[in-house]
T-cell receptor
Framework: NAGVTQTPKFQVLKTGQSMTLQCAQD?????MSWYRQDPGMGLRLIHY???????DQGEVPNGYNVSRSTTEDFPLRLLSAAPSQTSVYFC????????????FGQGTRLTVV | AQSVSQHNHHVILSEAASLELGCNYS??????LFWYVQYPGQHLQLLLK??????LVKGIKGFEAEFIKSKFSFNLRKPSVQWSDTAEYFC?????????????FGKGTHLIIQP
């Protein structure tokens, strides 16, 4: 019963490097989202998708790209990592509809030095 | 745009004490409301949710919350806390249109239960 799977769990990057955080869900959910969690800031929405081929920006999209080629996968790309992107990143998925629960992955702790 | 305000950033209680965590939101329309919990080192898990019907909702582990529309509030309560309730608690909202654009979270309340 995998749910939402994120890889890697931990990552250290140097400033300017690029990388992709992976997110996969096996619940056939239409909606997927990426959040970052910072101390005292709660979770803030980076990008979201309402289905394959459709993505949109959230509250803090700068420095990140996403794509949704399949229902299952929603990778988050950091194009040129900056220390301000040091954070814990969570991917979530949920079904379309009223009051549906969002299921979260275990998170990726990213440090940019 | 929606916003969510959690009044207490840090709360320390003794075991068996009663708990109430405040949550207010700003949004003029109909909303779906959630409380999530994050235990140390773990991902977020749903405690309870409200989207229609009885404004008093019960969740897992003895938690409940009351939606008061006139006050734009959705406070979380538990009559008697346990040490295992130590965690971070997040209130979240999305609009009732389905909220495809994700959830808006409060900044969280860090709850510490002392044995």
């Amino acid at each position: 019963n995998a749910g939402v799977t994120q890889t890697p769990k931990f990552q250290v990057l140097k400033t300017g490097q690029s990388m992709t955080l992976q997110c996969a869900q096996d619940m056939n959910h239409e909606y997927m989202s990426w959040y970052r969690q910072d101390p005292g800031m709660g979770l803030r929405l980076i990008h979201y998708s309402v289905g394959a081929g459709i993505t949109d920006q959230g509250e803090v999209p700068n420095g990140y790209n996403v794509s949704r080629s399949t229902t299952e996968d929603f990778p988050l790309r950091l194009l040129s990592a900056a220390p301000s992107q040091t954070s814990v990143y969570f991917c979530a998925s949920r079904n379309r509809g009223l009051g549906t629960e969002a299921f979260f992955g275990q998170g990726t702790r990213l440090t940019v030095v | 745009a929606q916003s969510v305000s959690q009044h207490n950033h840090h709360v320390i209680l003794s075991e068996a004490a009663s708990l109430e965590l405040g949550c207010n939101y700003s949004y003029g329309g109909t909303v779906n409301l959630f409380w999530y919990v994050q235990y140390p080192g773990q991902h977020l898990q749903l405690l309870l949710k409200y989207f229609s019907g009885d404004p008093l909702v019960k969740g897992i582990k003895g938690f409940e919350a009351e939606f008061i529309k006139s006050k734009f509030s959705f406070n979380l309560r538990k009559p008697s806390v346990q040490w295992s309730d130590t965690a971070e608690y997040f209130c979240a909202v999305n609009d009732s249109g389905g909220g495809a654009d994700g959830l808006t979270f409060g900044k969280g309340t860090h709850l510490i239960i002392q044995p």
